[in-house]
């Protein structure tokens, strides 16, 4: 009889291993708690899922600021490029982006998600649908079998060896609740604590939520940790209702949230709107178009140089009375423009919580994990994929490509006794 393994999780790992593990010739059988399959790739990429990036593979381990190194492996077992092909294969047309971001051409996750579901079930995955993993039995630190809860009744999965892939604890309602971190924890694992990491931001002051929907692109996001240093972020951040998002924004966000908890206090953060343009740049700038406008107003003459929606608050800021004629303003009201326009302050009060969060942040110590064949040092026959380990990446495809990657590698780590 073929190996028999049970892949906890219908995700993104979880279909590549089930798919990858049929195909090897094992009996599969996927136990997806939700009532269908890939709730999280579904709505991934604001629903267009951004599944890869088509950068240099030798430049993937720096995107990722959690545990990049463990991933060296898996990356090089199957590459970006490995992806791409693979979705190809499966009749998903792609297309690459800004910032070399991969989609697909028809922008519709649910694209992604049902040529997943159809590689594992066309392998010969069986995928059990509203069927909750609710333990994994491991006497003497050998996986035995599943204990699944399906309407009201457990169901035992007997298992030569176990796949967890359900994910962390970003976006709950896709199914990501933390189970296979219990289950880990429970089999004596140690978790790094979880946390939000790609996560939005709150800030203090009333005239950035007002810009709600406003995007600024090519500025430099800066974050004065409590020691008084910076880091600095340069691409695109969004204004929202409850203060600032945006990829810069989102890579910053676990940083700033242990500096607010190191600190017990909020932050101060400031926006280079101009980063391009030194001060001495800027300055000559602002004296061309003052000069070009030199009879207009204040108010109505920054069209050119800021967005249409930020121009009350840069000058409400700048402390200039909006009626004066730029002909009037003084080189020291000029140099506070400068200023203010290469230092736009905010206050940062907290991040948003893990509910809300892009990706966790924290899972399963990946010490306690073969890099190689994703299974666990302490459990044998037990495997991790996807956001469930301590591994995470920047915005811009990385996520998804660990997860695909470590996927591959439990499907190909699982030792199967084929006939």
């Not at 604890?169 to 296979?180: K, V």
């Not at 924890?185 to 939005?200: E, F, K, S, T, W």
């Not at 004065?224 to 910053?252: D, K, S, W």
């Not at 000058?315 to 002909?327: M, N, Q, R, T, Y």
Request: positive net charge; glycine residues 10%; aromatic residues 8%.
């Amino acid at each position: 009889m073929n190996s028999s393994v049970v892949v906890i999780g219908a995700g993104a790992s979880g279909l590549i291993a089930a798919g990858f593990l049929a195909q090897r010739g094992a009996r599969v059988r996927v136990l997806e708690k939700m009532p269908r399959t890939a709730s999280k790739i579904r709505i991934s990429g604001k629903g267009r899922c951004n599944l890869t990036n088509n950068m240099p593979l030798e430049d993937f381990i720096a995107n990722y600021p959690g545990n990049g190194r463990f991933l060296y492996s898996a990356l090089h077992r199957f590459s970006n490029r490995d992806v791409m092909d693979f979705f190809a294969d499966l009749g998903v047309e792609l297309k690459v982006e800004r910032g070399q971001r991969v989609f697909p051409v028809s922008d519709n996750a649910h694209e992604v998600a049902q040529a997943l579901e159809r590689f594992a079930r066309g392998q010969g995955a069986e995928i059990y649908l509203a069927h909750k993993a609710v333990r994994i039995e491991a006497p003497s630190g050998r996986v035995q079998s599943v204990v699944a809860e399906h309407k009201g009744r457990e169901r035992v999965f007997p298992a030569e060896a176990v796949v967890v892939a359900t994910g962390g604890l970003s976006y709950p309602g896709t199914g990501s609740t933390g189970d296979g971190l219990v289950f880990a924890q429970v089999l004596g694992h140690n978790i790094v604590r979880p946390r939000p990491a790609l996560v939005p931001i709150r800030v203090e002051e009333q005239w950035a939520l007002d810009l709600a929907g406003l995007s600024l692109r090519n500025v430099e996001f800066q974050v004065e940790n409590p020691q008084g240093g910076r880091a600095c972020y340069f691409g695109e951040l969004m204004f929202a209702h409850f203060g600032l998002t945006g990829p810069i924004v989102l890579t910053a966000s676990e940083q700033i949230g242990l500096w607010l908890e190191e600190s017990g206090r909020s932050l101060r953060a400031f926006i280079d709107l101009k980063p391009a343009l030194s001060d001495e740049q800027l300055d000559q700038r602002l004296l061309r178009d003052f000069e070009r406008f030199s009879r207009k107003q204040f108010k109505n003459a920054l069209d050119e140089l800021l967005p249409k929606r930020l121009i009350p608050v840069v000058v409400s800021l700048s402390g200039i009375d909006p009626h004066k004629e730029c002909h009037q303003i003084t080189r020291e009201e000029r140099s506070a423009l400068r200023f203010l326009l290469k230092q736009l302050p905010l206050t940062v009060t907290k991040t948003l919580p893990i509910a809300a969060a892009i990706v966790t942040a924290g899972g399963v110590d990946v010490r306690e994990v073969d890099p190689r064949t994703m299974e666990s040092r302490r459990v044998k026959g037990l495997f991790f994929c996807g956001e469930v380990l301590d591994v995470h990446g920047v915005t811009g495809g990385f996520n998804l490509q660990a997860a695909f990657s470590t996927g591959y590698c439990a499907a190909h780590g699982v030792p199967l006794n084929v006939r």
